[in-house]
């Protein structure tokens, strides 16, 4: 049996798939670890729309991918993670997180994504952007990457 399965955050992607990015070589290695300890790794639809909302924005980082690649990219992430469906009760669980933990604005956006992955019984979160999780520290395990 593997370990627990891991929820892969939308930055872990991008920095995955951009070579040219300063933490592309830790995501790749964070992800290969995780594969090598035989973790489920786990993603939702709202982070393949995330992705594909930023890597075909250009930013001082990193030019826009052309749709078309980035489309590639999020059919290649079907078949290599599993994919949580946001099902009507991620819906409640989000409701519920945001009265227990208040935030607003984005941080709904992070508030569902820590819905999505306790509706799929999933605890760990792989991101660079742990700071946006802390507020949840207690229900779930975050796994930052430096």
Same mark, same amino acid.
């Given at each position: 049996?593997?370990?627990?399965?891991?929820?892969?955050? !939308?930055?872990?992607? #991008?920095?995955?798939? $951009?070579? *040219?990015?300063?933490?592309?070589?830790?995501?790749?290695? =964070?992800?290969? +670890?995780?594969?090598?300890?035989g973790s489920a790794l786990w993603v939702s639809h709202q982070?393949?729309?995330?992705?594909?909302a930023v890597v075909t924005r250009a930013q001082v980082s990193?030019?826009?991918?052309?749709?078309?690649?980035?489309?590639?990219?999020?059919?290649?992430?079907? !078949?290599?993670?599993? #994919?949580?469906?946001? $099902?009507? *009760?991620v819906l409640d669980r989000l409701l519920d997180l945001l =009265?227990?933990? +208040?935030?607003?604005?984005?941080?709904?956006?992070?508030?569902?994504?820590?819905?999505?992955?306790?509706?799929?019984?999933?605890?760990?979160?792989?991101?660079?952007?742990?700071?946006?999780?802390?507020?949840?520290?207690?229900?779930?395990?975050?796994?930052?990457?430096?």
């Amino acid at each position: 049996m593997g370990a627990d399965p891991v929820f892969v955050d !939308t930055n872990v992607l #991008v920095y995955a798939t $951009r070579p *040219s990015a300063a933490e592309h070589a830790a995501a790749l290695a =964070a992800l290969g +670890r995780l594969e090598g300890e035989g973790s489920a790794l786990w993603v939702s639809h709202q982070v393949l729309r995330e992705y594909l909302a930023v890597v075909t924005r250009a930013q001082v980082s990193a030019p826009a991918l052309p749709m078309t690649t980035a489309i590639t990219d999020v059919r290649n992430f079907r !078949t290599a993670f599993d #994919v949580a469906e946001e $099902r009507a *009760s991620v819906l409640d669980r989000l409701l519920d997180l945001l =009265a227990a933990h +208040r935030g607003g604005g984005r941080q709904v956006h992070d508030a569902n994504v820590v819905a999505t992955m306790l509706e799929h019984g999933i605890r760990r979160l792989l991101t660079f952007n742990s700071a946006d999780f802390q507020r949840f520290a207690q229900i779930i395990d975050i796994e930052p990457i430096p």
